[in-house]
């Protein structure tokens, strides 16, 4: 049951910024780095973030993720 959140095959990061100094954009860099999964930006004011694909709402992603991280 615990599986997904310690292994997500996909993350949905929900506030992702690219402002520098915003918690969005550190948990971003953080899981870019470091996380092997599909990674999904979630903010209805940009179309992409750091390269990748960002969605207005996370009712939009292309599949139901199997971790969300808040950070708004």
């Not at 310690?6 to 915003?22: D, M, Y």
């Not at 940009?46 to 009712?59: A, D, F």
Request: glycine share 8%; proline share 8%; net charge positive.
């Amino acid at each position: 049951m615990l599986e997904s959140f310690f292994n997500p095959r996909s993350v949905a990061i929900v506030g992702a910024t690219p402002k520098e100094g915003k918690v969005g954009r550190v948990i971003l860099e953080n899981f870019i780095k470091k996380y092997k999964g599909r990674i999904y930006p979630v903010n209805p004011g940009y179309n992409e973030i750091m390269g990748l694909k960002c969605y207005r709402s996370v009712s939009e992603l292309p599949e139901t993720p199997d971790l969300a991280v808040i950070a708004v």
